[in-house]
Protein backbone atom coordinates (compact mmCIF):
# COMPACT_ATOMS: atom_id res chain seq x y z
CA UNK A 1 0.00 0.00 0.00
CA UNK A 2 1.11 3.68 -0.89
CA UNK A 3 1.74 5.44 2.67
CA UNK A 4 2.38 9.30 1.70
CA UNK A 5 4.18 11.63 4.55
CA UNK A 6 2.47 14.56 5.16
CA UNK A 7 3.91 17.50 3.03
CA UNK A 8 4.28 20.15 5.49
CA UNK A 9 6.56 20.36 8.27
CA UNK A 10 5.71 20.66 11.70
CA UNK A 11 8.01 23.43 13.57
CA UNK A 12 9.37 23.05 17.08
CA UNK A 13 7.04 24.77 19.36
CA UNK A 14 10.10 25.57 21.94
CA UNK A 15 13.39 27.31 21.19
CA UNK A 16 15.15 25.56 23.60
CA UNK A 17 17.88 27.77 25.85
CA UNK A 18 20.75 25.95 24.97
CA UNK A 19 21.60 23.28 22.10
CA UNK A 20 24.93 22.42 22.59
CA UNK A 21 26.69 21.10 25.89
CA UNK A 22 29.65 22.95 27.74
CA UNK A 23 31.39 19.89 27.94
CA UNK A 24 32.45 16.69 25.77
CA UNK A 25 30.90 14.37 27.93
CA UNK A 26 27.52 16.40 28.47
CA UNK A 27 24.57 15.17 27.06
CA UNK A 28 20.84 17.25 26.61
CA UNK A 29 17.71 15.15 27.32
CA UNK A 30 14.31 16.20 26.80
CA UNK A 31 12.34 15.30 29.91
CA UNK A 32 8.42 16.21 29.06
CA UNK A 33 6.11 17.59 28.43
CA UNK A 34 4.17 14.46 28.68
CA UNK A 35 6.51 12.54 30.88
CA UNK A 36 4.78 10.33 33.58
CA UNK A 37 6.93 11.23 36.18
CA UNK A 38 6.54 14.79 35.48
CA UNK A 39 3.92 16.09 37.63
CA UNK A 40 2.19 18.21 35.09
CA UNK A 41 2.51 18.76 31.70
CA UNK A 42 5.25 20.78 31.42
CA UNK A 43 8.88 20.29 29.55
CA UNK A 44 12.52 20.33 31.00
CA UNK A 45 15.44 20.23 28.79
CA UNK A 46 17.92 19.51 30.72
CA UNK A 47 22.29 19.39 30.30
CA UNK A 48 23.59 15.81 31.76
CA UNK A 49 27.02 15.12 33.20
CA UNK A 50 26.36 11.09 33.57
CA UNK A 51 23.35 11.22 36.02
CA UNK A 52 24.01 14.71 37.35
CA UNK A 53 22.20 17.82 36.21
CA UNK A 54 24.13 20.70 35.05
CA UNK A 55 21.36 23.33 33.67
CA UNK A 56 18.00 22.80 33.23
CA UNK A 57 15.31 25.02 30.99
CA UNK A 58 11.48 24.65 31.80
CA UNK A 59 8.78 25.58 29.55
CA UNK A 60 5.49 25.50 30.36
CA UNK A 61 2.51 26.93 28.41
CA UNK A 62 1.27 23.74 27.04
CA UNK A 63 -2.04 23.64 28.56
CA UNK A 64 -2.53 27.73 27.79
CA UNK A 65 -6.11 27.87 26.94
CA UNK A 66 -6.44 31.71 27.06
CA UNK A 67 -8.21 32.41 30.65
CA UNK A 68 -7.48 36.30 30.31
CA UNK A 69 -8.77 36.40 26.86
CA UNK A 70 -11.75 34.78 27.20
CA UNK A 71 -12.65 36.67 30.93
CA UNK A 72 -12.99 39.60 28.77
CA UNK A 73 -16.12 38.25 26.99
CA UNK A 74 -18.51 37.43 29.99
CA UNK A 75 -19.95 38.83 32.42
CA UNK A 76 -18.04 39.31 36.22
CA UNK A 77 -20.55 36.02 37.66
CA UNK A 78 -20.22 33.83 34.55
CA UNK A 79 -16.03 33.78 35.32
CA UNK A 80 -16.77 31.85 38.59
CA UNK A 81 -16.72 28.32 36.37
CA UNK A 82 -13.30 29.54 34.75
CA UNK A 83 -11.60 30.42 37.55
CA UNK A 84 -12.42 26.99 39.25
CA UNK A 85 -9.87 25.58 36.51
CA UNK A 86 -6.91 27.46 37.54
CA UNK A 87 -6.10 25.36 40.64
CA UNK A 88 -8.41 22.34 39.87
CA UNK A 89 -7.14 20.57 42.99
CA UNK A 90 -8.15 23.94 45.27
CA UNK A 91 -10.90 25.24 43.12
CA UNK A 92 -12.55 26.55 46.34
CA UNK A 93 -9.86 29.10 47.19
CA UNK A 94 -9.76 30.53 43.79
CA UNK A 95 -13.33 31.12 43.55
CA UNK A 96 -13.22 33.24 47.01
CA UNK A 97 -10.17 35.08 46.21
CA UNK A 98 -11.65 35.79 42.30
CA UNK A 99 -15.19 36.98 44.05
CA UNK A 100 -13.02 39.28 47.05
CA UNK A 101 -11.30 41.20 44.15
CA UNK A 102 -14.62 41.36 42.66
CA UNK A 103 -16.58 42.54 45.80
CA UNK A 104 -13.64 44.86 46.91
CA UNK A 105 -13.87 47.25 43.69
CA UNK A 106 -17.47 46.95 44.12
CA UNK A 107 -16.96 47.81 47.87
CA UNK A 108 -18.94 45.19 49.04
CA UNK A 109 -18.85 43.77 52.60
CA UNK A 110 -19.56 40.00 53.09
CA UNK A 111 -22.07 38.28 55.87
CA UNK A 112 -20.31 37.18 59.12
CA UNK A 113 -21.46 33.58 58.02
CA UNK A 114 -20.05 33.46 54.62
CA UNK A 115 -17.01 35.16 55.64
CA UNK A 116 -16.78 31.77 58.27
CA UNK A 117 -17.89 29.88 55.38
CA UNK A 118 -15.53 30.40 53.03
CA UNK A 119 -12.75 30.61 55.29
CA UNK A 120 -13.81 26.95 56.30
CA UNK A 121 -13.67 25.60 52.63
CA UNK A 122 -10.62 27.39 52.32
CA UNK A 123 -9.04 25.18 54.78
CA UNK A 124 -10.77 22.40 53.79
CA UNK A 125 -9.51 22.87 49.85
CA UNK A 126 -6.28 24.02 51.63
CA UNK A 127 -5.93 19.66 53.52
CA UNK A 128 -7.01 18.22 49.76
CA UNK A 129 -4.70 20.22 48.03
CA UNK A 130 -1.52 18.92 50.25
CA UNK A 131 -3.46 15.85 50.28
CA UNK A 132 -3.11 15.16 46.68
CA UNK A 133 0.59 16.80 46.50
CA UNK A 134 1.96 14.48 48.84
CA UNK A 135 -0.09 11.75 48.00
CA UNK A 136 1.92 12.16 44.69
CA UNK A 137 4.94 13.06 45.97
CA UNK A 138 5.01 9.84 47.65
CA UNK A 139 3.58 7.60 45.02
CA UNK A 140 6.56 8.75 42.17
CA UNK A 141 8.87 7.21 45.08
CA UNK A 142 6.95 4.31 45.45
CA UNK A 143 5.07 4.57 48.47
CA UNK A 144 2.00 2.84 47.19
CA UNK A 145 0.27 2.47 50.83
CA UNK A 146 0.69 5.88 51.94
CA UNK A 147 -0.33 7.18 48.60
CA UNK A 148 -3.80 5.23 48.85
CA UNK A 149 -4.57 6.11 52.19
CA UNK A 150 -3.75 9.84 51.66
CA UNK A 151 -6.33 9.61 48.38
CA UNK A 152 -8.56 7.44 50.33
CA UNK A 153 -9.02 10.56 52.61
CA UNK A 154 -9.07 13.04 50.00
CA UNK A 155 -11.88 11.01 48.09
CA UNK A 156 -13.70 11.39 51.61
CA UNK A 157 -13.42 15.01 51.64
CA UNK A 158 -14.11 15.01 47.50
CA UNK A 159 -17.31 13.18 48.24
CA UNK A 160 -18.21 15.59 51.38
CA UNK A 161 -17.70 18.71 49.30
CA UNK A 162 -19.86 17.24 46.22
CA UNK A 163 -23.11 17.17 48.89
CA UNK A 164 -22.58 20.88 49.46
CA UNK A 165 -21.26 22.27 46.17
CA UNK A 166 -22.82 19.24 43.34
CA UNK A 167 -19.44 18.89 41.85
CA UNK A 168 -16.37 16.87 42.89
CA UNK A 169 -13.37 18.78 41.81
CA UNK A 170 -15.14 22.07 40.02
CA UNK A 171 -17.64 23.37 42.34
CA UNK A 172 -18.55 26.98 41.08
CA UNK A 173 -19.55 27.88 44.79
CA UNK A 174 -18.33 30.90 45.41
CA UNK A 175 -20.97 34.32 44.14
CA UNK A 176 -19.86 38.08 43.90
CA UNK A 177 -21.40 38.62 47.49
CA UNK A 178 -22.03 35.67 48.76
CA UNK A 179 -22.21 31.63 48.25
CA UNK A 180 -23.96 29.80 45.89
CA UNK A 181 -26.42 27.76 48.85
CA UNK A 182 -26.04 27.19 52.71
CA UNK A 183 -24.36 23.98 54.02
CA UNK A 184 -27.03 21.19 53.81
CA UNK A 185 -28.29 18.89 57.02
CA UNK A 186 -25.76 17.32 58.64
CA UNK A 187 -23.13 18.55 56.46
CA UNK A 188 -20.99 19.61 59.57
CA UNK A 189 -21.37 16.50 61.35
CA UNK A 190 -19.94 14.54 58.83
CA UNK A 191 -17.20 16.81 58.37
CA UNK A 192 -16.48 15.83 62.04
CA UNK A 193 -15.98 12.79 61.16
CA UNK A 194 -14.12 12.99 58.31
CA UNK A 195 -11.55 14.76 60.47
CA UNK A 196 -11.43 11.75 62.78
CA UNK A 197 -10.78 9.86 60.18
CA UNK A 198 -8.01 12.17 58.67
CA UNK A 199 -5.84 12.17 62.07
CA UNK A 200 -5.89 8.43 62.19
CA UNK A 201 -4.81 8.15 58.60
CA UNK A 202 -1.99 10.69 58.57
CA UNK A 203 -0.66 8.87 61.77
CA UNK A 204 0.02 6.23 59.57
CA UNK A 205 1.96 8.02 57.09
CA UNK A 206 3.75 9.92 59.50
CA UNK A 207 4.94 6.55 60.91
CA UNK A 208 5.41 5.07 57.42
CA UNK A 209 7.35 7.74 55.97
CA UNK A 210 8.34 10.36 58.34
CA UNK A 211 11.67 8.38 59.71
CA UNK A 212 12.15 6.00 56.48
CA UNK A 213 15.21 5.62 55.52
CA UNK A 214 15.44 5.23 51.83
CA UNK A 215 12.31 9.03 52.10
CA UNK A 216 14.74 10.38 53.91
CA UNK A 217 17.65 9.65 51.37
CA UNK A 218 15.66 10.72 48.47
CA UNK A 219 14.28 14.11 50.28
CA UNK A 220 16.83 15.64 52.35
CA UNK A 221 19.35 17.98 51.16
CA UNK A 222 17.68 17.84 47.41
CA UNK A 223 16.09 20.58 45.97
CA UNK A 224 17.75 23.31 48.67
CA UNK A 225 16.65 26.57 47.99
CA UNK A 226 17.97 29.43 50.22
CA UNK A 227 15.75 31.96 51.54
CA UNK A 228 17.21 34.64 49.97
CA UNK A 229 17.02 33.09 46.47
CA UNK A 230 13.28 32.11 47.26
CA UNK A 231 12.32 35.38 48.08
CA UNK A 232 14.23 36.80 44.76
CA UNK A 233 12.76 34.49 42.63
CA UNK A 234 9.12 35.55 43.85
CA UNK A 235 8.14 32.01 45.87
CA UNK A 236 5.81 32.30 48.43
CA UNK A 237 3.48 29.68 50.56
CA UNK A 238 5.10 26.11 51.06
CA UNK A 239 8.41 26.78 49.51
CA UNK A 240 9.12 30.05 50.89
CA UNK A 241 8.33 28.64 54.15
CA UNK A 242 10.33 25.74 53.82
CA UNK A 243 13.52 28.00 54.22
CA UNK A 244 12.57 28.85 57.76
CA UNK A 245 10.60 32.13 56.66
CA UNK A 246 7.32 32.31 58.40
CA UNK A 247 5.45 34.40 56.03
CA UNK A 248 2.06 33.62 55.37
CA UNK A 249 -0.44 35.98 54.37
CA UNK A 250 -3.28 34.42 56.66
CA UNK A 251 -1.20 35.39 59.48
CA UNK A 252 0.32 38.49 58.11
CA UNK A 253 -2.41 40.45 56.18
CA UNK A 254 -5.12 38.62 57.53
CA UNK A 255 -8.31 38.37 55.32
CA UNK A 256 -11.30 36.02 55.68
CA UNK A 257 -11.88 35.44 59.46
CA UNK A 258 -8.39 33.85 59.78
CA UNK A 259 -7.72 37.17 62.00
CA UNK A 260 -10.23 35.11 64.83
CA UNK A 261 -8.63 31.78 64.48
CA UNK A 262 -5.66 30.18 66.53
CA UNK A 263 -2.87 28.52 64.42
CA UNK A 264 0.58 28.00 63.57
CA UNK A 265 2.49 29.20 60.51
CA UNK A 266 4.95 25.76 60.64
CA UNK A 267 8.28 26.39 58.81
CA UNK A 268 11.62 24.12 57.97
CA UNK A 269 14.56 24.70 58.42
CA UNK A 270 16.98 23.79 55.33
CA UNK A 271 14.40 24.44 52.20
CA UNK A 272 14.84 20.88 50.75
CA UNK A 273 12.11 18.50 49.36
CA UNK A 274 11.67 17.10 52.74
CA UNK A 275 10.81 20.36 54.31
CA UNK A 276 8.19 21.03 52.15
CA UNK A 277 6.51 16.98 52.40
CA UNK A 278 6.77 17.98 56.35
CA UNK A 279 5.16 21.48 56.29
CA UNK A 280 2.31 20.13 54.39
CA UNK A 281 1.88 17.40 56.46
CA UNK A 282 1.78 20.11 59.57
CA UNK A 283 -0.17 22.71 57.41
CA UNK A 284 -3.50 20.31 57.17
CA UNK A 285 -3.28 19.37 60.62
CA UNK A 286 -3.42 23.53 61.40
CA UNK A 287 -6.05 23.32 58.99
CA UNK A 288 -8.07 21.12 60.86
CA UNK A 289 -7.54 22.95 63.96
CA UNK A 290 -9.06 26.14 62.60
CA UNK A 291 -11.89 23.92 61.23
CA UNK A 292 -12.87 22.99 63.67
CA UNK A 293 -12.61 26.53 65.51
CA UNK A 294 -15.26 27.42 62.91
CA UNK A 295 -16.88 24.95 63.47
CA UNK A 296 -18.14 25.69 66.87
CA UNK A 297 -17.53 30.03 65.98
CA UNK A 298 -19.91 29.61 62.60
CA UNK A 299 -22.11 32.33 62.77
CA UNK A 300 -26.21 32.00 61.94
CA UNK A 301 -27.65 34.35 59.36
CA UNK A 302 -27.80 34.49 55.19
CA UNK A 303 -24.98 33.60 53.52
CA UNK A 304 -25.12 36.22 50.72
CA UNK A 305 -25.07 40.14 50.93
CA UNK A 306 -28.90 42.30 50.16
CA UNK A 307 -27.58 43.47 47.32
CA UNK A 308 -30.29 42.87 44.29
CA UNK A 309 -27.30 44.77 42.31
CA UNK A 310 -25.12 41.83 42.47
CA UNK A 311 -26.73 38.97 44.30
CA UNK A 312 -28.72 36.83 42.52
CA UNK A 313 -32.68 36.04 43.80
CA UNK A 314 -34.12 33.12 45.04
CA UNK A 315 -35.42 30.64 42.72
CA UNK A 316 -38.33 30.29 43.99
CA UNK A 317 -39.39 34.11 43.50
CA UNK A 318 -37.47 34.64 39.99
CA UNK A 319 -40.66 32.24 39.42
CA UNK A 320 -43.10 33.88 40.97
CA UNK A 321 -42.53 37.29 41.14
CA UNK A 322 -41.99 39.62 38.31
CA UNK A 323 -39.25 42.10 39.99
CA UNK A 324 -37.40 39.02 40.92
CA UNK A 325 -37.73 38.16 37.14
CA UNK A 326 -36.34 41.44 36.08
CA UNK A 327 -33.54 41.33 38.37
CA UNK A 328 -32.40 37.90 37.44
CA UNK A 329 -32.57 38.55 34.30
CA UNK A 330 -30.64 41.83 34.17
CA UNK A 331 -28.13 40.11 36.06
CA UNK A 332 -27.68 37.22 33.87
CA UNK A 333 -27.92 39.14 30.66
CA UNK A 334 -26.17 42.19 31.24
CA UNK A 335 -24.02 41.29 34.49
CA UNK A 336 -23.59 42.99 37.70
CA UNK A 337 -22.22 46.59 37.10
CA UNK A 338 -19.07 46.97 38.65
CA UNK A 339 -17.66 50.00 38.88
CA UNK A 340 -14.73 51.23 37.50
CA UNK A 341 -11.73 51.07 38.62
CA UNK A 342 -8.86 48.07 39.51
CA UNK A 343 -8.37 45.61 42.70
CA UNK A 344 -5.56 43.18 43.24
CA UNK A 345 -6.84 40.85 45.89
CA UNK A 346 -4.37 37.95 47.09
CA UNK A 347 -5.52 34.87 49.15
CA UNK A 348 -2.87 31.97 50.68
CA UNK A 349 -3.47 29.81 48.48
CA UNK A 350 -1.87 25.88 49.14
CA UNK A 351 0.84 27.48 46.47
CA UNK A 352 1.57 30.56 47.35
CA UNK A 353 -0.03 34.41 46.81
CA UNK A 354 -2.74 33.94 44.16
CA UNK A 355 -3.55 36.81 43.64
CA UNK A 356 -6.45 38.74 40.87
CA UNK A 357 -5.96 41.63 39.10
CA UNK A 358 -8.98 43.06 37.95
CA UNK A 359 -9.91 46.14 35.47
CA UNK A 360 -13.28 47.34 34.93
CA UNK A 361 -14.61 50.26 32.59
CA UNK A 362 -18.11 50.32 34.19
CA UNK A 363 -19.77 47.34 33.34
CA UNK A 364 -20.84 43.76 33.31
CA UNK A 365 -18.02 42.61 31.19
CA UNK A 366 -14.61 43.01 33.11
CA UNK A 367 -11.69 44.58 31.15
CA UNK A 368 -9.49 42.64 31.97
CA UNK A 369 -8.68 39.96 34.85
CA UNK A 370 -5.31 38.95 35.53
CA UNK A 371 -4.10 36.15 37.81
CA UNK A 372 -0.49 36.09 39.78
CA UNK A 373 -0.70 32.12 39.69
CA UNK A 374 1.95 30.91 42.06
CA UNK A 375 2.80 27.89 40.02
CA UNK A 376 4.02 30.23 36.91
CA UNK A 377 6.24 31.95 39.28
CA UNK A 378 7.47 29.32 40.68
CA UNK A 379 8.54 28.01 37.35
CA UNK A 380 10.93 30.91 36.82
CA UNK A 381 12.89 29.49 39.93
CA UNK A 382 12.91 25.87 39.37
CA UNK A 383 16.23 25.69 37.68
CA UNK A 384 17.85 26.61 41.09
CA UNK A 385 15.83 23.67 42.87
CA UNK A 386 16.99 21.02 39.96
CA UNK A 387 20.36 22.06 38.80
CA UNK A 388 23.17 20.40 41.00
CA UNK A 389 21.39 17.31 41.89
CA UNK A 390 20.94 13.68 40.02
CA UNK A 391 18.30 13.15 37.42
CA UNK A 392 15.99 11.24 39.61
CA UNK A 393 15.65 13.86 42.04
CA UNK A 394 13.69 16.10 39.51
CA UNK A 395 10.81 13.73 40.11
CA UNK A 396 10.85 14.13 44.11
CA UNK A 397 11.93 18.06 43.47
CA UNK A 398 9.39 18.66 40.98
CA UNK A 399 6.73 17.05 42.71
CA UNK A 400 7.36 18.95 46.51
CA UNK A 401 7.07 22.46 44.04
CA UNK A 402 3.57 21.13 43.04
CA UNK A 403 2.91 22.61 40.01
CA UNK A 404 -0.07 22.79 38.95
CA UNK A 405 -0.79 22.96 34.87
CA UNK A 406 -3.88 24.76 35.04
CA UNK A 407 -3.04 27.83 37.35
CA UNK A 408 0.53 27.76 35.55
CA UNK A 409 -0.27 28.08 32.02
CA UNK A 410 -4.29 29.49 32.34
CA UNK B 1 -1.55 48.44 54.25
CA UNK B 2 -1.91 52.08 53.76
CA UNK B 3 0.63 52.51 56.40
CA UNK B 4 3.62 53.13 54.16
CA UNK B 5 1.64 56.01 51.97
CA UNK B 6 2.73 58.91 54.09
CA UNK B 7 6.79 58.54 53.76
CA UNK B 8 6.16 57.35 50.04
CA UNK B 9 4.31 60.89 49.55
CA UNK B 10 7.31 62.88 50.73
CA UNK B 11 9.79 60.50 48.96
CA UNK B 12 8.07 60.46 46.02
CA UNK B 13 6.49 63.61 44.93
CA UNK B 14 4.87 65.55 42.25
CA UNK B 15 5.30 66.17 39.01
CA UNK B 16 7.10 63.04 38.08
CA UNK B 17 5.12 60.74 40.73
CA UNK B 18 1.43 60.88 41.46
CA UNK B 19 0.94 58.45 44.60
CA UNK B 20 -2.82 57.39 45.70
CA UNK B 21 -4.13 55.53 47.93
CA UNK B 22 -6.78 52.86 45.52
CA UNK B 23 -9.03 50.60 47.73
CA UNK B 24 -6.64 50.10 50.46
CA UNK B 25 -3.72 49.96 48.24
CA UNK B 26 -1.36 52.69 47.77
CA UNK B 27 -0.32 53.43 43.63
CA UNK B 28 2.39 54.70 41.83
CA UNK B 29 1.75 56.62 38.79
CA UNK B 30 5.46 57.31 37.10
CA UNK B 31 6.92 57.82 34.16
CA UNK B 32 8.17 54.64 32.37
CA UNK B 33 12.10 56.06 32.71
CA UNK B 34 11.83 56.59 36.08
CA UNK B 35 10.60 52.75 36.41
CA UNK B 36 13.90 51.38 37.52
CA UNK B 37 15.02 54.00 39.72
CA UNK B 38 12.05 54.13 41.48
CA UNK B 39 12.19 50.52 41.93
CA UNK B 40 15.23 50.11 43.18
CA UNK B 41 14.51 52.97 45.95
CA UNK B 42 11.33 50.82 46.67
CA UNK B 43 13.26 47.66 47.19
CA UNK B 44 16.50 49.57 49.32
CA UNK B 45 14.45 52.00 51.27
CA UNK B 46 10.88 50.38 51.59
CA UNK B 47 11.74 46.72 51.79
CA UNK B 48 9.93 45.97 48.82
CA UNK B 49 11.84 42.95 48.30
CA UNK B 50 9.01 40.56 46.86
CA UNK B 51 8.41 41.81 42.99
CA UNK B 52 4.81 39.64 42.45
CA UNK B 53 3.48 40.14 39.56
CA UNK B 54 3.62 42.65 35.98
CA UNK B 55 1.58 43.10 33.55
CA UNK B 56 0.08 45.07 30.85
CA UNK B 57 -3.56 46.68 30.54
CA UNK B 58 -4.26 47.71 27.08
CA UNK B 59 -6.62 50.92 26.74
CA UNK B 60 -7.22 50.89 22.76
CA UNK B 61 -8.15 53.31 21.14
CA UNK B 62 -6.85 55.86 24.17
CA UNK B 63 -3.20 56.74 23.83
CA UNK B 64 -0.81 56.20 25.37
CA UNK B 65 -1.83 53.03 24.78
CA UNK B 66 -0.69 50.31 27.15
CA UNK B 67 -0.59 50.81 30.92
CA UNK B 68 2.43 48.73 32.75
CA UNK B 69 1.38 47.52 36.37
CA UNK B 70 3.46 46.24 38.69
CA UNK B 71 2.52 44.51 41.98
CA UNK B 72 5.18 44.73 45.38
CA UNK B 73 4.99 42.89 48.64
CA UNK B 74 7.21 43.47 51.82
CA UNK B 75 7.87 40.24 53.66
CA UNK B 76 8.81 42.63 56.21
CA UNK B 77 6.49 44.91 57.26
CA UNK B 78 3.72 43.52 54.98
CA UNK B 79 2.50 46.59 52.39
CA UNK B 80 1.63 46.02 49.21
CA UNK B 81 2.38 48.78 46.32
CA UNK B 82 1.37 48.95 42.99
CA UNK B 83 3.28 51.13 40.09
CA UNK B 84 1.62 51.98 37.18
CA UNK B 85 3.73 53.49 33.78
CA UNK B 86 1.80 54.35 30.48
CA UNK B 87 4.15 53.40 26.81
CA UNK B 88 3.36 54.22 23.40
CA UNK B 89 1.42 51.94 20.81
CA UNK B 90 4.76 52.78 18.85
CA UNK B 91 7.21 51.97 21.14
CA UNK B 92 6.03 49.96 24.22
CA UNK B 93 9.23 49.15 26.09
CA UNK B 94 10.11 49.47 29.65
CA UNK B 95 13.42 48.71 31.19
CA UNK B 96 13.83 45.10 32.80
CA UNK B 97 13.47 44.40 36.40
CA UNK B 98 15.81 41.58 35.94
CA UNK B 99 19.20 42.93 37.15
CA UNK B 100 16.70 43.35 40.78
CA UNK B 101 14.52 40.61 41.09
CA UNK B 102 14.59 37.01 39.84
CA UNK B 103 10.87 36.49 39.32
CA UNK B 104 11.26 39.29 36.73
CA UNK B 105 12.61 37.06 33.85
CA UNK B 106 9.75 34.59 33.60
CA UNK B 107 6.55 37.30 34.33
CA UNK B 108 8.15 39.85 31.50
CA UNK B 109 8.49 37.04 29.18
CA UNK B 110 4.49 36.33 29.96
CA UNK B 111 3.87 39.40 29.51
CA UNK B 112 5.76 40.27 26.53
CA UNK B 113 3.81 37.16 25.33
CA UNK B 114 0.39 38.27 25.64
CA UNK B 115 0.81 42.30 25.56
CA UNK B 116 3.90 42.71 23.19
CA UNK B 117 5.26 44.87 25.67
CA UNK B 118 9.49 44.76 25.12
CA UNK B 119 11.50 44.71 28.12
CA UNK B 120 15.07 46.30 28.11
CA UNK B 121 17.52 44.52 29.41
CA UNK B 122 15.82 40.89 29.48
CA UNK B 123 17.71 39.35 27.29
CA UNK B 124 15.52 36.14 27.23
CA UNK B 125 11.85 36.56 25.76
CA UNK B 126 11.16 33.26 24.07
CA UNK B 127 7.50 33.20 24.16
CA UNK B 128 6.49 31.26 27.41
CA UNK B 129 2.68 30.41 27.28
CA UNK B 130 2.50 30.59 23.59
CA UNK B 131 4.64 28.74 21.45
CA UNK B 132 7.72 29.71 18.71
CA UNK B 133 6.39 31.45 16.17
CA UNK B 134 2.95 32.60 17.31
CA UNK B 135 1.97 35.81 15.24
CA UNK B 136 0.59 38.54 17.68
CA UNK B 137 0.00 39.12 20.67
CA UNK B 138 -3.41 37.94 22.02
CA UNK B 139 -4.62 39.67 25.03
CA UNK B 140 -4.36 43.07 23.13
CA UNK B 141 -7.42 44.09 22.73
CA UNK B 142 -7.50 44.30 18.44
CA UNK B 143 -6.50 40.36 18.82
CA UNK B 144 -10.32 38.93 17.66
CA UNK B 145 -10.50 36.28 20.11
CA UNK B 146 -11.55 33.49 17.69
CA UNK B 147 -8.74 34.16 15.56
CA UNK B 148 -6.65 30.59 15.01
CA UNK B 149 -3.25 30.29 14.04
CA UNK B 150 -3.73 26.32 12.90
CA UNK B 151 0.22 24.65 13.35
CA UNK B 152 -1.22 21.79 11.36
CA UNK B 153 -3.35 22.04 8.24
CA UNK B 154 -6.89 21.61 8.39
CA UNK B 155 -7.97 18.13 6.81
CA UNK B 156 -9.69 18.65 3.80
Given at each position: MDTKLPEFTLPNPVRP????????DHVIVNIG?????????VQIIAELDGERVVRTDIHC??????FEKECESHTWHNLIPYVDRLNYVSALINDFAYCEAVETLAEIEITPRCRHLRTLLSEYSRIVDHLTCVAAGLMELGAMTAFLYLVMIRDYMYEHIADLT??????????????ARDLPEGWLARLEGILDQYEMFIGRVHGLMDRNRIFIDRM????VISTADAISYGYTGVILRS??????LRR?????????LDFEVPVGIKGDNYDRYYIRMREMDESVHMIRQLIDTLPAGP????NHRFTLPEKHLVYTEIESLINHFKLVMDGPQVPAGDAYAAHESPNGELGFYIVS??????AKVHVRAPSFVHMGGVHRMLD??????IVPTFGSINMIGGECDR | MGAVLGPLQLRLAPPDYEVTLVHGMPVVRLPSERLLDTVRLLKDE??????LDVTAVD???????FEVVYHFYSTSHFGRIRLKTTVPDADPTVDSLVPLYGSAGFMERECHDMYGIGFRGNADLRPILLYEG??????????????EQPLVPYRK
Open positions: AFDTTGHDPSHPATHGTGYLHRGGARVTYTYGRIGGLRNVGTGVPRDDTPYLAYAEISVDTGGGIPGYQLAD | FQFDLFWLPRQPRFVGHPLRKDYPKLQ
